[in-house]
């Protein structure tokens, strides 16, 4: 995993940011618009909104060097680690889809992109061993950054995750010996503390999304 490069785009984008405030105007301009489900602090919503998605951003490497590290630990490297080479290419080279965006704004399309993706293994883990690879909760943070892209572009990018996706991790993929001694040690106590460290990512942000009425 090429995580440092990963982390230097980040700071690139950040420059550009600091420099150029796109990211903070384009969110300044889908404010009013925002779905109402999107629950944010009456003190400051727009630099909690803005702060919300630079660490959602800077999360990715985090979340890629900590799944291959637990690959490891599991002995399901070579089941995960081509998983998380896409996910370091959307950083590395985008796809075409992806063309002239750039800064902030470009890199929430290719975190989003990253976090999807390893969603949906994580998706495919909870169905095979009732518990997912990385317990890091971005199934509401997904939705907001969702919200935040906008659609129809924030489908393409679904739709790009499940292309990637397409013949990986399929069922003969967790039939693996290793797999199934890592299904035993998952239910230790050890792991369950482990487990707790990682909180939900928009709540720890500061952004909650109200998935029902």
Known sequence: MNTAAIRQFIAQAREHETASQALSQTLQARFAGLHPAIRLPDEDAPGVLTGFVIAYIEEVPDVLDAAAEVAREAGIEEAIKPVLKIAEQFFLQPPAL???????????????????????VNDRYIAHLGRPLIPLDTTRANLIAHQLIGEPFANQLD???????????????????????????????????AWLRWPC???QLGVDLQLTA
């Open 98 to 120: 992806m063309a002239g965006h750039e800064g902030l704004d470009g890199l929430l399309d290719e975190a989003y992109l990253a976090h999807r993706l390893v969603e949906e």
């Open 159 to 193: 739709e790009a995750v499940h292309h990637a996706l397409t013949g990986m991790l399929d069922d003969a993929s967790f039939d693996q010996p290793s797999v199934q001694a890592y299904r035993e040690r998952l239910a230790a106590p050890d792991t369950e503390s």
């Open 201 to 203: 990512l928009s709540r």
